[in-house]
T-cell receptor
């Protein structure tokens, strides 16, 4: 079964450093997402991406964050100047809407970011 | 934006049927309702999706009344491994799907 893959599974970084989280969405999917989940809290939407542009973003997704699809298979989330409160699990997801079903989003297993 | 409301937690015993209801009063005409399961430190896993009436797959059923203002996920004969958090999702705007707080299901032996 196709799946969304994420790397790294766990990263520890110093406060103020830049981090890039990588994702390989399901191959025929067209929409890509990043969500995050702080330990013990609910899953929060960050951004959706389609046709090389941001479709939607939340108030969390400020200038510190950026997304990119550098080639035909990868989708990345860059966090600049990390803060302690950026420590969370970051989930990549993808979807291909249309047809007889709604826009079913499939999630990766997450990248756990620890900022120290 | 379509906001969802679910019970915070539920307990059940192995072998029982569990029904988790989600309220989404301001669901939009084109929105589908999707349910996810999440285990600790794992990504949400797709369970089932529907638009109206009833949908059934190999793991669950989804009941949606005619007004679509709520939906009920039904898990038949739960086991200990079904202990997880269950989320219902309704489309919010253009591909901005917002998770609610979810329902923490605990299955007891």
């Amino acid at each position: 079964e196709p799946e969304v893959t994420q790397t790294p599974s766990h990263q520890v970084t110093q406060m103020g450093q830049e981090v890039i989280l990588r994702c390989v969405p399901i191959s025929n999917h067209l929409y890509f997402y990043w969500y995050r989940q702080i330990l013990g809290q609910k899953v929060e939407f960050l951004v959706s991406f389609y046709n090389n542009e941001i479709s939607e973003k939340s108030e969390i997704f400020d200038d510190q964050f950026s997304v990119e699809r550098p080639d035909g298979s990868n989708f990345t989330l860059k966090i600049r100047s990390t803060k302690l409160e950026d420590s969370a699990m970051y989930f990549c997801a993808s979807s291909v809407p249309g047809g007889d079903s709604g826009n079913t989003i499939y999630f990766g297993e997450g990248s756990w970011l620890t900022v120290v | 934006l379509a906001k969802t409301t679910q019970p915070i937690s539920m307990d059940s015993y192995e072998g029982q049927e569990v029904n988790i209801t989600c309220s989404h009063n301001n669901i939009a005409t084109n929105d589908y309702i999707t349910w996810y399961q999440q285990f600790p430190s794992q990504g949400p896993r797709f369970i089932i999706q529907g638009y109206k009436t009833k949908v059934t797959n190999e793991v669950a059923s989804l009941f949606i009344p005619a007004d679509r203002k709520s939906s009920t996920l039904s898990l038949p004969r739960v086991s200990l491994s079904d202990t997880a958090v269950y989320y219902c999702l309704v489309g919010s705007g253009t591909y901005k799907y917002i998770f609610g707080t979810g329902t923490r299901l605990k299955v007891l032996a």
